[in-house]
């Protein structure tokens, strides 16, 4: 594409269907640093493109100079889940057109970009199915939590009471489950 370094910042934000918060948040900056940078107030520099490819898999060539293809490459997805969206997005057309992030599902299905943890957990959800499966397929539980929760059925039940949750609820609840594991299994590691 032609056109400018700010120019082309919007084009990849719209492609992947973010506001300037959602695009500030998935690269870990405030959303006036987006808007700064799109309306020609900050130069677009090869630190923030580097940030862009590391976070949202942006070719950093093409959004400096306009050269090469928006996205730095295909990214591994596991397949398991990629098979299991792909059928389930069929059979629930009608609430995937009710996702707000779709255009980047499609990319994600295509390979060029990741979805957060919180953008499966509102798939799973706008797409009726259990959300412990999805973020076991798209492998968002952690492994700590997955190794002590094989035989523990409270731990199950709750897992399967997370699709009553709200996407960033349920987020916040497997951040602490992830740190609250890691601590216990750290502490015993050490008595051993």
């Given amino acids: 594409m032609k056109g400018d370094r700010k120019t082309r910042l919007l084009e990849a934000r719209k492609t992947l269907d ?19 940078r799109e309306i020609g107030n900050v130069k677009i520099d090869n630190m923030f493109a580097a940030l862009l490819k590391e976070k949202l898999n942006i070719n950093p060539e093409w959004l400096l100079t306009g050269k090469g293809n928006m996205f730095a490459g295909k990214i591994e997805i596991p397949d398991d889940f990629k098979i299991r969206l792909e059928n389930d997005i069929k059979k629930n057309i009608k609430d995937f057109e009710r996702v707000k992030f779709k255009n980047k599902v499609k990319l994600f299905l295509d390979g060029y970009v990741n979805l957060t943890r919180k953008e499966v957990i509102h798939l799973a959800q706008a797409l009726k199915q259990p959300v412990d499966e999805y973020l076991d ?7 700590s939590v997955l190794e002590i929760s094989g035989g523990n059925r409270k731990l199950n039940i709750l897992f399967r009471k997370m699709n009553e949750l709200s996407p960033e609820d349920l987020d916040n609840v497997l951040k602490t489950l992830e740190t609250v594991v890691d601590a216990y299994v750290a502490k015993y590691k050490k008595e051993d």
Avoid: N, T, V
């Avoid at 973010?18 to 700064?36: L, N, P």
């Avoid at 397929?137 to 492994?143: K, M, N, R, T, V």
């Fill in 18 to 36: 973010f506001s300037r918060r959602e695009m500030a948040d998935a690269i870990g900056i405030k959303d006036y640093q987006i808007k700064d």
């Fill in 137 to 143: 397929l798209s492998g968002y539980i952690p492994e």
